[in-house]
C-alpha cells in the first residue's frame, strides 16, 4: 500500500512571499489532515478534511492560510504572505474514517523555512 | 484548553533496559490514547493505541493506561538503539475524534 505522499520536501522563502504543499493520501482514506510541528513541540492540527469539505478548521489562521481538497483526493495548503514563525514541519496525514481509533499515517511532511 | 503534558526528557537508558514514558491529559472525558514514534527528521508514526484502562501489550511495548488519575504511559522493554526517537502521546476526548499531541519526550538508548 503506497503510503501519503507529499512535496516538496524542503521549502526556503523569504518573507511575505507566498508557498504551497500538496498532499495525496492513501487511497480510499476519506479523511485527511494537515498538521504544523514546530521544532521541539507535537503537531497542532490545521485543518481537516472529510471527502472535500472541511470537517474543523478552527486553528487555522485564515488570513493567511488556506487550504482545498478538491475532488476528495488531494489536497493543497498555501501560505500567502509567509511569516518568521511560519518555519515548521507542515505535516499531512489521512485515515480510513474520521474515527481515531484508525491511527493516522503521517507523510513524511515538507520542511518549511521562512528567512 | 485541552493539555496533554510530557516531560521533553531526554531519558537516557543502558541497551536492554526498561524504558518508561508517561503522559498526563487534563480533560476527563478523554476515550482514545496514542503513542507515535517520531525519529529525527521523520514524519510520527504510530505504534500503539488503548481506550481502556488498563494494560495492553504488543511486543516489547506496553501501554498503560489509568483514566482515575488521568495518566498514559509506554514501557519499552529490552531498549534497543534504534529505538531512539521521540515518542508523542496523543488524546482525544470523546467529543472530538481529533487527538491533541503532546510536545513528545526524548528517549536516548546507549549501547
Known amino acids: 500500500e503506497a503510503g501519503v505522499a507529499q512535496s516538496p520536501r524542503y521549502k526556503i522563502i523569504e518573507k511575505r512571499q507566498s508557498v504551497a504543499f500538496w498532499c495525496n493520501p492513501i487511497s480510499g482514506h476519506a479523511t485527511l489532515y494537515w498538521y504544523q510541528q514546530i521544532l521541539g513541540q507535537g503537531p497542532k492540527l490545521l485543518i481537516q478534511?472529510?471527502?472535500?469539505?472541511?470537517?474543523?478548521d478552527s486553528q487555522l489562521p485564515k488570513d493567511r492560510f488556506s487550504a482545498e481538497r478538491l475532488k476528495g483526493v488531494d489536497s493543497t495548503l498555501k501560505i500567502q504572505p509567509a511569516k518568521l514563525e511560519d518555519s515548521a514541519v507542515y505535516l499531512c496525514a489521512s485515515s480510513l474514517k474520521g474515527e481515531s481509533g484508525y491511527g493516522y499515517t503521517f507523510g513524511s511532511g515538507t520542511r518549511l523555512t521562512v528567512v | 484548553q485541552k493539555e496533554v503534558e510530557q516531560n521533553s526528557g531526554p531519558l537516557s537508558v543502558p541497551e536492554g533496559a526498561i524504558a518508561s514514558l508517561n503522559c498526563t491529559y487534563s480533560?476527563?472525558?478523554?476515550?482514545?490514547f496514542f503513542w507515535y514514534r517520531q525519529y529525527s527528521g521523520k514524519s510520527p508514526e504510530l505504534i500503539m493505541s488503548i481506550y481502556s484502562n488498563g494494560d495492553k501489550e504488543d511486543g516489547r511495548f506496553t501501554a498503560q493506561l489509568n483514566k482515575a488519575s488521568q495518566y498514559v504511559s509506554l514501557l519499552i522493554r529490552d531498549s534497543q538503539p534504534s529505538d531512539s526517537a521521540t515518542y508523542l502521546c496523543?488524546?482525544?476526548?470523546?467529543?472530538?475524534?481529533?487527538?491533541?499531541f503532546g510536545r513528545g519526550t526524548s528517549l536516548i538508548v546507549h549501547p
Open positions: 478534511f472529510q471527502n472535500n469539505g472541511v470537517v474543523d
Open positions: 480533560d476527563r472525558v478523554s476515550q482514545s
Open positions: 496523543a488524546v482525544n476526548t470523546g467529543g472530538s475524534y481529533i487527538p491533541t
